[in-house]
Antibody
Framework: QVQLQESGPGLVKPSETLSLTCTVS?????????WVWIRQPPGKGLEWIGS???????FYNPSLKSRVTISVDPSKNQFSLRVNSVTAADTAFYYC????????WGQGTLVTVFS | QSALTQPPSASGSPGQSVTISCTGT?????????VSWYQQHPGKAPKLMIY???KRPSGVPDRFSGSKSGNTASLTVSGLQGEDEADYYC??????????FGGGTRLTVL
């Protein structure tokens, strides 16, 4: 059974960097698929952040591209998200998921930008 | 990029059918057969219900069906059940390895 679990700080200060990790179990990242980050501000809709292919190629939402980095660590079967220069608008539930469209999702983690 | 347009709400009585629309442009919905639909219950992660316009993942009831005409995709839920009450989101491939979502529709089972 494929499972994904997000981890990282729940509070980030404005102008700092948001960093999250997604740990995958039940499937090897190196075996294939896109690995995706999606976010959802509380009470609002979904926003695709970007994805990384198992080979390391990355693809980002044009509206976030200048501030976002997605990377993969096959040795730990993890992939990560970094969002620079955060503001209150980056407060959201952050989900990691497998493939496009995502068939397996993490439970999500709330990140609040708060001074 | 602009979000796809969905009605904010939809409703139907148990046993009835309801259709939710998702309107985009020729650069996303109309340009590719890569429209997906997700169901999200409160406090839960979204669940993939339809992909590639009409296909259902294993385990999704055949009461859920998808279609597309021009720049508008649709999700139809037949034989409404109480457990279908949830938020529904559409998404579409928008070229250059980019994905765009709709704003979501809250489905109420009366």
């Amino acid at each position: 059974q494929v499972q994904l679990q997000e981890s990282g700080p729940g509070l980030v200060k404005p102008s700092e960097t948001l960093s999250l990790t997604c740990t995958v179990s039940g499937y090897s990242i190196n075996s294939g698929y896109y690995w995706v980050w999606i976010r959802q501000p509380p009470g609002k809709g979904l926003e695709w952040i970007g994805s990384i292919y198992h080979s390391g190629s990355t693809f980002y939402n044009p509206s976030l591209k200048s501030r976002v980095t997605i990377s993969v660590d096959p040795s730990k079967n993890q992939f990560s998200l970094r969002v620079n220069s955060v503001t209150a608008a980056d407060t959201a539930f952050y989900y990691c998921a497998r493939d496009n469209p995502p068939d397996y999702w993490g439970q999500g983690t709330l990140v609040t930008v708060f001074s | 990029q602009s979000a796809l347009t969905q009605p904010p709400s939809a409703s139907g009585s148990p046993g009835q059918s309801v259709t939710i629309s998702c309107t985009g442009t020729s650069s996303d919905v109309g340009g590719y057969n890569f429209v997906s639909w997700y169901q999200q219950h409160p406090g839960k992660a979204p669940k993939l219900m339809i992909y590639e316009v009409t296909k259902r993942p294993s385990g999704v009831p055949d009461r859920f069906s998808g279609s597309k005409s021009g720049n508008t995709a649709s999700l139809t839920v037949s034989g409404l059940q109480g457990e279908d009450e949830a938020d529904y989101y559409c998404s579409s491939y928008a070229g250059s390895n980019n994905v765009v979502f709709g704003g979501g529709t809250r489905l109420t089972v009366l």
